[in-house]
């Protein structure tokens, strides 16, 4: 008999959905909306930005897997990748963020009228000598 599915394990698969859901209705807003979005997603504030709440998610996961390892119930290995990867994720926001005041301010400057294309040029008549 299948062990029934958790709150946090539904959870997770929900937030997975939900993160490929972005992904796609991403790819086909207008530049100044994804600019917005791509923006709250760099954010690092864990409040805030989804690259700031799964870098602490990792952090705590690390902190679990620390307090596991001491028990002796996950190898030292789990504890020093999950506290690799919270490092790894925290230096990449560290490096995003010098770039979100140019993503905040594509994303709030008026769109731009669409251009009209380029009228046809005259026919011209050639003759042959």
């Known amino acids: 008999m299948p062990r ?3 709150y946090a394990e539904r959870l997770t698969d929900d937030i997975t959905h939900r993160i490929a ?22 954010d690092s504030a864990p409040e805030t930005g989804l690259l700031g709440a799964v870098t602490h998610l990792m952090a ?6 620390k307090n596991q390892t ?14 690799r ?12 963020d010098e770039h ?3 993503l905040r301010h594509v ?5 731009e009228p669409e251009a009209a294309p380029p009228a046809p040029a005259p026919p011209v008549d050639r003759r042959r000598r």
């Open 70 to 83: 001491a028990r002796g119930t996950l190898p030292p290995e789990v504890w020093l990748a999950l506290g």
């Open 4 to 6: 029934p599915t958790g």
């Open 60 to 65: 705590v996961s690390s902190v679990f897997a």
């Open 85 to 96: 990867a919270a490092n790894t994720l925290d230096d990449i926001a560290r490096d995003l």
């Open 107 to 111: 994303g709030n400057r008026p769109a």
């Open 100 to 102: 979100l005041d140019v």
């Open 21 to 42: 859901l972005l992904a796609d209705h991403l790819s086909q807003l207008p530049p100044d909306q994804a600019a917005q979005v791509i923006a709250r997603t760099l």
